[in-house]
């Protein structure tokens, strides 16, 4: 988590090092919450998650908007939707389902 803060801070972590942590993040926390759950419904609801969080930044409601302008709210809900933040939370995700896969099962 805080790797995933620092790359808004920092220069030399790239941004998207953030959102594939993001997921991670959201993948384990599933897993946490729904430890008896087929592994794959919890990835596939993990980016689905995700994904609605990064679509919702597409709405600009007022309520919304001054959530989003606080620190807690910015990084739990992010400011601007990016096409590509979809792609770092597929692929944040998938690697979680694999480290947790491969650890499970060795």
Same mark, same amino acid.
């Given at each position: 988590?805080? #790797?995933?803060? +620092?790359?808004? &801070?920092? /220069?030399?972590? *790239?941004?998207?090092?953030? /959102? %594939? ?9 599933? =897993?946490?919450?729904? *430890?008896? &759950? @087929?592994?794959?419904?919890? $990835? $596939?609801?993990? %980016?689905?998650? =995700? ?10 409601? @007022? !309520? +919304? ?11 739990? $809900?992010? &400011?601007?939707?990016? !096409?590509? /933040?979809? $792609? =770092?939370?597929? #692929? ?9 896969? &491969?650890?499970?099962? @060795?």
């Amino acid at each position: 988590m805080l #790797i995933g803060i +620092l790359s808004r &801070k920092i /220069d030399f972590i *790239p941004l998207f090092i953030g /959102d %594939i942590l993001y997921s991670v993040l959201i993948y384990f926390g599933f =897993c946490f919450l729904f *430890p008896t &759950k @087929n592994r794959i419904l919890v $990835l $596939l609801f993990s %980016i689905l998650f =995700c994904f609605t969080i990064e679509i919702s930044q597409l709405i600009q409601w @007022n !309520w +919304l908007y001054k959530i989003r302008s606080t620190t807690l709210g910015h990084y739990i $809900l992010g &400011k601007g939707f990016l !096409w590509t /933040d979809l $792609l =770092c939370y597929s #692929i944040g995700t998938i690697i979680a389902y694999i480290i947790e896969y &491969k650890t499970y099962i @060795n």
